[in-house]
């Protein structure tokens, strides 16, 4: 009679029909069934299909799975497959060892290490054993930083990025939507390929060989849009209000806090508002000035009437509040640093300045600086018009009056009354008669009479970016 054997259940005792069994010999064959059942999965893990699943108990890039896994218990089997929740991110090449029976690397699909951070903490990772190569293989993540370097390296160097384009799909797509071979049409709407159309546009600029711009090129007309918008640029605007981001010069008190950048580019040279008066005590360096509406890390300037700063303050100079009260604050040359020590309490009237004054271009004309140079004759005499105690002398922001060159014209006299004469000569008035009397003479006006010398002009608004 033949005896049964498999995985589960070794039959050494077969049961004849008819006889009798002795009871030692069924609780036997019934302890085999049991110890087949055990090799069984338990029914939970079944219905849950966890039977390959455990939680990783490993250190950072050392996986380890604990004998939980009895089923796995002496080597691993091709294709065999293995979910575990993971305890730490791998940072960079990593292994797993199941069951202890010894770690093994786990890889990429074409078995390479695992970079930085392809497998993140808390999270579920499947593998599945490849003989093979002798590794854990992990499912559905491939190698991608070849591909990235050589999308980099075309992109940086390929006028044309016909092979970026290649790369990423990108011609096929564009030659089958738009019916275009050579994608033309897609590059010059992009502005990557200029035409006789759009070759004088500003931004464009000339194009590289083949009509493509680089990315040196590309990444120059960025650059001057960038520095062409920077804050303290002026430019002339026919508009009525200023756009967003620019104030129109026209003399308006503006805070130094709020518009840092453009108080930084311009300081207060064209002026400061009236601000408010203070009182300084030496003794403890605070400044006094009753509900001064300040706060820690507001900026201002400081200036004097009739008498000095005090020693250790000076004018046109940028300070910062620091432990201000209602009443009360001192005085930093840094954002939140430290207090500015001053020697006296100063003479004269102190006053407090947190808004700075934009230029007033408002029917004006502006002339480029001389710098030193003698383009101006008159350069030392530029003051400020406005009295606001601005900046003059040979420096950006100052200004001139209207004014005539002096000069000379000739008459011819015509020999009669006193003090005429008939024939040419210089005069600066002309005398009419009796004991000396003079009169000016006056010019003639093209246009009718008007306040000012001037040609045709258009007005525009002068604005500043901040």
Do not use: C
Request: no cysteine.
């Amino acid at each position: 009679m033949a005896l049964d054997f498999n995985d589960y259940f070794s039959n050494f005792l077969r049961l004849v029909k008819g006889t009798k069994a002795r009871a030692d010999a069924v609780n036997a064959l019934f302890d085999q069934v049991e110890t087949g059942l055990d090799k069984l999965p338990p029914e939970n893990e079944l219905n849950r299909s966890t039977r390959n699943y455990a939680v990783d108990t490993g250190a950072v890039n050392a996986y380890a799975i604990p004998a939980a896994l009895s089923h796995i218990s002496t080597a691993y089997q091709d294709g065999q497959e293995v979910v575990f929740l993971t305890a730490n991110a791998n940072t960079g090449a990593s292994t797993l060892d199941v069951s202890g029976i010894g770690p093994a690397a786990v890889t990429l699909n074409e078995g390479s290490d695992l970079p930085n951070g392809t497998i993140a903490a808390n999270s579920l990772v499947k593998v599945q054993w490849n003989t093979a190569r002798n590794d854990w293989q992990l499912y559905g993540v491939f190698e991608i930083t070849n591909s990235v370097t050589a999308f980099a390296a075309t992109i940086l160097d390929d006028n044309s990025a016909s092979a970026v384009m290649d790369t990423l799909g990108i011609t096929t797509f564009v030659q089958t939507l738009l019916d275009d071979v050579t994608a033309s049409a897609f590059l010059t709407t992009l502005l990557l390929r200029s035409t006789s159309a759009n070759e004088g546009a500003a931004f464009i600029g000339s194009n590289d060989a083949g009509g493509y711009f680089s990315g040196t090129t590309v990444e120059a007309m960025l650059q001057d849009l960038g520095e062409a918008t920077q804050v303290g640029v002026e430019v002339m605007w026919n508009g009525s209000t200023a756009p967003a981001g620019w104030f129109e010069q026209d003399a308006s008190a503006t805070d130094m806090t709020a518009y840092e950048d453009l108080y930084d580019h311009q300081g207060s040279k064209f002026g400061l508002n009236a601000g408010f008066t203070a009182t300084f005590n030496a003794t403890l360096d605070t400044a006094n000035a009753t509900a001064h509406g300040l706060v820690d890390g507001d900026i201002f300037e400081v200036s004097n009437s009739g008498g000095a700063l005090p020693s250790g303050l000076t004018a046109a100079t940028k300070y910062f509040v620091i432990t201000s009260t209602a009443n009360l604050f001192q005085l930093s040359l840094t954002l939140g640093g430290a207090a500015v020590n001053f020697i006296d309490n100063g003479t004269g009237t102190n006053t407090v300045h947190n808004e700075f004054l934009l230029d007033d271009f408002r029917g004006r004309v502006p002339r480029a600086w001389a710098n030193g140079s003698s383009n101006d004759p008159d350069a030392a005499t530029r003051t400020n018009l406005d009295g606001s105690g601005g900046t003059a002398g040979d420096v950006n922001g100052s200004k001139q009056p209207s004014a005539f060159k002096t000069h000379v014209h000739q008459i011819r006299g015509t020999g009669s009354g006193a003090g005429s004469q008939s024939s040419g000569f210089a005069f600066s008035a002309v005398v009419l008669s009796g004991a000396g009397t003079v009169a000016p003479m006056p010019t003639g006006s093209d246009g009718g009479n008007t306040n000012e010398t001037r040609g045709i002009n258009n007005y525009r608004m002068m604005i500043i970016r901040y």
